[in-house]
């Protein structure tokens, strides 16, 4: 069946590096992903997103990459700040709707 | 812009009794509206695609008839959660579809900040 599922749970990372979060995905017809993040209590946010027909975008501080060939994307975000503390999903739209990865909660130590 | 709000933030109510929740879209107008439900530590599952104007398209395993969505205008969808029970109790969140998204993409989806309902 269509999936999209992550690799890690929990990503630890030190203030300032660089964080990077990795999503799988099972249908090879997808044609768009969109990252979001979702702080604790809140409803998703939107934070970049990329055409199949695109192996690379950047935003202000993230970066995503898609790899078609392997049905894999990345979220990258540079110089991880406490702000960024957060779950992050990937999601692709078949058609009209949208399914989520698993999560991944991203811890910022100080 | 492409704000959407959500009514209440947070319910408690009685095991058997119903619960509204609202949500709209603030700044923009929103054919397409979608309800998710969430539990702790896992991941957004869609329940629910409303329509406005039309009768709302349930994923597989959701009770159309224990959650009744209602679109009647463009910029308001409301999920009732009927005769609710411990089980019911999760974070509810809603979206509504741009057709073209702000940031280029071929549409977005923008989220409301979640219902948590409690039911004792």
């Known amino acids: 069946g269509e999936s999209v599922g992550l690799h890690l749970p929990t990503l630890s990372v030190q203030e300032g590096d660089n964080s990077i979060i990795n999503c799988a995905y099972s249908?090879?017809?997808?044609?768009?992903f969109i990252w979001y993040k979702q702080e604790s209590g809140k409803g998703p946010q939107f934070i970049i997103d990329?055409?199949?027909?695109?192996d690379k975008r950047q935003g202000q501080r993230v970066t995503v990459l898609l790899n078609k060939t392997v049905k894999h994307l990345s979220l990258q975000i540079a110089a991880t700040q406490p702000g960024d503390s957060a779950v992050y999903f990937c999601a692709a739209p078949p058609g009209n709707k949208l399914t989520f990865g698993g999560g991944t909660r991203v811890l910022v130590k100080p | 812009g492409a704000v959407v709000s959500q009514h209440p933030s947070r319910v408690i109510c009685k095991s058997g009794t119903s619960v509204k929740i609202e949500c709209r879209s603030l700044?923009?107008?929103?054919?397409?509206m979608f309800w998710y439900r969430q539990f702790p530590k896992q991941s957004l599952m869609l329940m629910a695609t409303?329509?406005?104007?039309?009768?709302?398209?349930?994923e597989q395993g959701v009770e159309k008839d224990k959650f009744l969505i209602n679109h009647a205008s463009l910029t308001l969808s409301t999920l009732t959660v009927t005769s609710a029970h411990p089980e019911d109790s999760s974070f509810y969140i809603c979206?509504?579809?741009?057709?073209?998204?702000?940031?280029?993409?071929?549409?977005?989806?923008?989220f409301g900040p979640g219902t948590r309902l409690t039911v004792t």
């Open positions: 990329i055409r199949s027909n695109m």
């Open positions: 409303s329509n406005e104007g039309s009768k709302a398209t349930y």
């Open positions: 700044d923009f107008q929103a054919t397409t």
């Open positions: 979206s509504a579809r741009l057709t073209e998204g702000l940031a280029g993409g071929p549409y977005e989806q923008y």
């Open positions: 249908n090879s017809a997808s044609d768009y």
